[in-house]
DNA sequence: ATCAAAATCACCCGAAAGTATGAACGAGAA
DNA sequence: TTCTCGTTCATACTTTCGGGTGATTTTGAT
């Protein structure tokens, strides 16, 4: 159906639409400025279809394997009977104090700073201070990451 | 209203003008440097590219990857031996959406609201709508506590 | 063909998060 | 004792989040 058609496809009949009224546009200001050659704008609107047409073509033909790869890390499985136990070793080897411990272990939670320097009875700051050293020695930029990160090497639960 | 009209067909319109200015340029150069001799093929190549260009673009705005198949793997602590599996129940008694859940797997990676919508090729707001929504079917405040619950229930691994 | 749900995008605004820098203080170590 | 480290707090600034609202488009089901 053509109406379904242009239903479907109605941005790109839109666009058409527009150059279209554009060549048109074209052909006053020819007519209106008289320009000897009139062949030249036909050519330029060929070639415009054209080379977008190829655009087009170039676009999907060179993205099209990037939307397939897709990779992820390794999975690490823990057996969830045992009692979790804190990685004392990568703690050391990340230089993590106690404190910043427990404040990633209330982060995890879901906490806001705000109610971490609550639990904490600290400062909104001083949490600020503990997050800003927690994301920097696991080297991440959020607390999805800190989290995230700490659980995969075992800091937390 | 006219603002309406613009709004409405606010990407063809700019599509238009782009255009218009071109032309426009290409008209001024004409008549600046009267070459009317040599200069079809400088015209037919500026064209060219630009249709080119716009072309390319054309095709990322307009198409989206056919088959998402995103295989996210990650920390599991739950029974190893066994596969994760989308809880399905979990997720048609709560409403949440494929779209939904592909935001909250990418968020439980840690990633920012900015990153979720490159990868997904949507907008920031779009991430944001869908931020939201699943909050609300979550019943929390924050991503931290979403990713939380999302674990809990089964809809993320 | 119509209708509802899902997906998309926009704009505003305030709150929270994060960055950078500096500093005070106590506990241990050198 | 001096020096380092962990903890605490502050100020200022930028970025990101989240809430609220409204709108259009796409899609699937009836």
New binding site residues.
Partial sequence: ?K??FF?????VG?YGLSLAILLLLLRWLELKFLIYEHSFEIYAGIIALFFTGLGIWLSRKLTRPKTETRIVEKTVYRDPSLPFEVNRKEMDAL?????????LQL?SQG???????AN??????????????I??KLD???????VEKAKKIGLIA
Same sequence: chains 1, 2.
Avoid: W
């Fill in positions: 159906m109406t379904n239903y479907k496809y109605k941005t839109l230089g993590i104090s106690e404190r910043e411990l427990e404040v982060m906490m806001s700073n705000q109610e971490i320097g904490l009875f600290v400062s909104l700051n001083t949490v600020k201070t503990h997050a800003a050293r994301f920097e991440v930029q959020r607390r999805t990451q800190a």
